[in-house]
């Protein structure tokens, strides 16, 4: 079976500009969380979305945007980039809204870098 | 203070040693403890839950002592494939990630 797959795997912007990240999770998950993870730190929570609805956020500014559409695919946005927003970003997947009792799956990330 | 606390390392073992991790977290509400594991820039995967009785899994014991706040890691008989950075995490309304500990074992 497909684990979490995630696009693209690397990219590289400018500052100012704005990125889309995607996300599928594994088959029959219908709970998609996203995390940051700057270089030498833990991944960091940004956003968890179950049945399309975000049932939790980070403390991350409102340039960060995500959605989670019928497939219970999930996009991440981030607008105005930053230098600082540089880092390896995570999606990980599981079965049920309880993000936190269960166990989560991650893809492989989307490695971002901002010139 | 940091939400989860570890410290970051490198421990540099031999194979066959045993070695512990510890972590502390803040947030006296949390309800759920795991130990992920993350080799080089790979992803994040559970190595285990931590559970208030204590588990063990294989070489791997975790335990979890509620009333200082501190969770740790034992891993028995180290092998080559056990170096990797040990995420220590906490869970209440969303899952906290440590920095990480980083293990190294040698031949």
């Known amino acids: 079976d497909a684990g979490v797959t995630q696009s693209p795997t690397h990219l590289i912007k400018t500052r100012g500009q704005h990125v889309t990240l995607r996300c599928s999770p594994i088959s029959g998950h219908k709970s998609v969380s996203w995390y940051q993870q700057v270089l030498g730190q833990g991944p960091q929570f940004i956003f968890q979305y179950y049945e399309k609805e975000e049932r939790g956020r980070g403390n991350f500014p409102d340039r960060f945007s995500a959605r989670q559409f019928p497939n219970y695919s999930s996009e991440l946005n981030v607008n105005a980039l930053l230098l600082g927003d540089s880092a390896l970003y995570l999606c990980?997947?599981?079965?049920?809204?309880?993000?936190?009792?269960?166990?989560?799956?991650f893809g492989p990330g989307t490695r971002l870098l901002v010139l | 203070r940091k939400e989860v606390e570890q410290d970051p390392g490198p421990f540099n073992v031999p194979e066959g040693a045993t070695v512990a991790f510890n972590c502390t977290y803040s947030?006296?509400?949390?309800?759920?403890f795991f130990w992920y594991r993350q080799d080089c820039r790979k992803e994040p995967k559970l190595l285990m839950s931590?559970?208030?009785s204590g588990n063990e899994d294989g070489r791997f014991t975790a335990q979890l002592n509620r009333a200082s706040q501190y969770i740790s890691l034992l891993i028995r008989d180290s092998k080559l494939s056990d170096s990797a950075t040990y995420l220590c995490v906490e869970g209440f309304q969303k899952l906290v990630f440590g920095t990480g500990t980083r293990l190294l074992v040698s031949p």
């Open positions: 990980a997947s599981s079965l049920g809204v309880r993000a936190t009792q269960e166990t989560q799956y």
């Open positions: 947030n006296s509400a949390s309800q759920s």
């Open positions: 931590v559970y208030s």
